[in-house]
């Protein structure tokens, strides 16, 4: 069974960092693609960062490039985003997701929810102005 958890989410203020981390069990026998999504109350879920499955290829979304590091641990089945200069506008629920058939990164198919299969529950992170 796939299952991905997150965690590293809270509360800081604004100018502060945060690192998320995805734990993933149950896809130690393919390559995969994994990228990171946030959603907000009342606004669909958006694409943050993806990474390709040896980490060569990594892709941001405008509104975080610069100020986030996406990276994963294929070793320990773990991924990351390092989230540094937050705004209150990065407050968000934030998911990491898998693409079990792609272990490239397919732009731009990779910046939209359905090129995933597995999902976590999110963490949330909150940024106070």
């Known amino acids: 069974q796939v299952q991905l958890v997150e965690s590293g989410g809270g509360l800081v203020q604004a100018g502060g960092s945060l690192r998320l981390s995805c734990a993933a069990s149950g896809l130690t026998s393919s390559r995969y693609a994994m990228g990171w999504f946030r959603q907000a109350p009342g606004k669909e879920r958006e694409f943050v960062a993806a990474?390709?499955?040896?980490?060569?290829?990594?892709y941001y979304s405008n509104s975080v490039k610069g100020r986030f590091t996406i990276s994963r641990d294929n070793a320990k089945n773990t991924m990351s985003l390092q989230m540094n200069s937050l705004k209150p506008e990065d407050t968000a629920n934030y998911y990491c997701?898998?693409?079990?058939?792609?272990?490239?990164?397919?732009?731009?198919?990779?910046?939209?929810?359905?090129?995933?299969?597995?999902w976590g529950q999110g963490t949330q992170v909150t940024v106070s102005s």
């Open positions: 997701a898998a693409d079990r058939t792609r272990g490239g990164l397919t732009l731009p198919q990779a910046t939209g929810v359905r090129a995933y299969d597995y």
């Open positions: 990474i390709s499955w040896s980490g060569g290829s990594t």
